[in-house]
């Protein structure tokens, strides 16, 4: 039998946005004694996965839908609980579900402003496995808690989007395009003389959320190579497109004031940058041409603003991440592990969306495939023993958009 919870977590009762997804599966009893049991007769994986998410923000809705839409196909009853970005809300969710009785087979949780490490410790009590998706645990509650399974056998792994390179590569694009633009002889994008550099706005999520340190230290890393830009100002947007705005036009006033030009805007994801834009046109600014934008998450609104040639580029693809792991977790409950590479740690890198395919991409998501989803092709059971433990993010825009994909 599985250990009690400890107080706090039996004491937590399902809140009112939690919501269950048939699957017309049977339900199973603990899944951490031995993952070769579902193998032998498929019997269902029940996952119980915390949104932390808002309602209104779209990544995390398309995660949402596209995992309901593959969940049946694998074998897999979905149970999601909405979190709606609050950190006590995902605690009180992830401790309820480890409550029920039974619990869920596995728990797949983020790690937003760092909120898994109590979750991991109550689920090693009770015996279920935990994977983190899309946020990892930071370095210091990996110092502490250890490598999946190191010290916690409950921390089984995650799958998390390559944020540093995610943070570098966008700060390279941006000055990628607006060394060309200034080569070309177009835009305002060029140091104003020799020695001069092009100064970078960056809007960070927090402070706090390994996604957001990530990027932002891997940002630092770009522009610290680059020798023709700085870094003028870091702002915290909290992942808001109205408070990077507010936060956005508060330091061009100061700017401004100070006769401090700014070239390129840098955020940690696609709402920031378009609140960032909004505050830089009522300003003034001609975006695209006067001041570059760039994000991450591959957003329609982005998209759209990427196609009108007023927002540079957004990396993302990581919409998938909730498919690709609930694949993964599959092949583990199969006994196919993914720990054998990376040590159980999964990295999704992340793809640029510029001008010439964001167009393709904005139909694809404007059209919400996730019901031409295969997601048992994205299986090792498919793909094959020796194939990769992370299914590529070409194999599903290769079905969703075969005239984008080439583009990556």
């Known amino acids: 039998m599985p250990a009690p919870l400890p107080p706090a977590a039996a004491a937590a009762r399902p809140g009112p946005g939690r919501r269950r997804v048939q699957a017309g599966l049977l339900l199973l009893g603990g899944?951490?004694?031995?993952?070769?049991?579902?193998?032998?007769?498929?019997?269902?994986?029940?996952?119980?996965?915390?949104?932390?998410?808002?309602?209104?923000?779209?990544?995390?809705?398309?995660?949402?839908?596209?995992?309901?839409?593959?969940?049946?196909?694998?074998?897999?009853?979905?149970?999601?609980?909405?979190?709606?970005?609050?950190?006590?809300?995902?605690?009180?969710?992830?401790?309820?579900?480890?409550?029920?009785?039974?619990?869920?087979?596995?728990?797949?949780?983020g790690n937003e402003e760092r909120s898994a490490r109590e979750v991991i410790l109550a689920a090693e009590a009770r015996g279920v496995p935990c994977f983190l998706l899309l946020n990892d645990l930071d370095a210091a509650d990996a110092e502490a808690m250890g490598a999946p399974r190191e010290r916690v056998r409950a921390y089984l792994g995650s799958l998390v989007p390559d944020n540093l390179a995610a943070g570098r590569d966008l700060a390279e694009a941006?000055?990628?395009?607006?060394?060309?633009?200034?080569?070309?002889?177009?835009?305002?994008?060029?140091?104003?003389?020799?020695?001069?550099?092009?100064?970078?706005?960056?809007?960070?999520?927090?402070?706090?959320?390994?996604?957001?340190?990530?990027?932002?230290?891997?940002?630092?890393?770009?522009?610290?190579a680059a020798g023709d830009a700085e870094v003028a100002r870091v702002l915290p947007g909290h992942w808001s497109e109205r408070e990077a705005e507010a936060a956005a036009g508060r330091y061009l006033a100061w700017a401004r004031a100070g006769g401090v030009g700014t070239d390129l805007v840098w955020a940690a994801n696609d709402p920031m940058a378009i609140g960032a834009l909004r505050a830089f046109a009522a300003a003034g600014e001609t975006p695209g041409e006067t001041v570059l934008f760039g994000g991450v998450n591959w957003t329609t609104a982005a998209l759209d603003l990427?196609?009108?040639?007023?927002?540079?580029?957004?990396?993302?693809?990581?919409?998938?991440?909730?498919?690709?792991?609930?694949?993964?977790?599959?092949?583990?409950?199969?006994?196919?592990?993914?720990?054998?590479?990376?040590g159980g740690r999964l990295r999704l890198p992340l793809a640029p969306a510029r001008r010439d395919r964001a167009a393709a991409l904005r139909r694809m998501l404007e059209a919400g495939p996730w019901d031409r989803i295969d997601a048992a092709a994205l299986t090792r059971a498919?793909?094959?023993?020796d194939a990769p433990a992370l299914p590529p993010l070409d194999l599903l825009l290769q079905r969703l958009m075969p005239t984008a994909a080439a583009g990556r």
């Open 306 to 342: 990427i196609a009108e040639g007023r927002m540079e580029v957004s990396f993302g693809g990581h919409l998938f991440a909730g498919v690709l792991a609930l694949a993964v977790l599959r092949d583990w409950a199969d006994g196919r592990d993914f720990a054998t590479e990376g």
């Open 382 to 385: 498919a793909r094959g023993p």
């Open 174 to 224: 941006l000055l990628a395009a607006a060394r060309a633009r200034a080569g070309s002889g177009t835009g305002t994008n060029a140091p104003a003389g020799p020695g001069a550099r092009r100064r970078l706005l960056a809007i960070v999520g927090d402070r706090v959320t390994p996604s957001s340190t990530l990027r932002e230290e891997g940002l630092h890393q770009a522009i610290a």
């Open 31 to 109: 899944l951490l004694a031995s993952p070769r049991i579902l193998r032998a007769d498929r019997r269902p994986l029940r996952v119980t996965f915390v949104n932390p998410g808002r309602a209104d923000e779209a990544l995390w809705r398309m995660i949402e839908l596209s995992m309901q839409q593959a969940a049946p196909q694998l074998g897999i009853a979905l149970t999601v609980a909405q979190a709606g970005r609050n950190r006590q809300l995902m605690r009180s969710e992830a401790l309820a579900a480890l409550a029920a009785t039974p619990p869920p087979d596995l728990l797949l949780i």
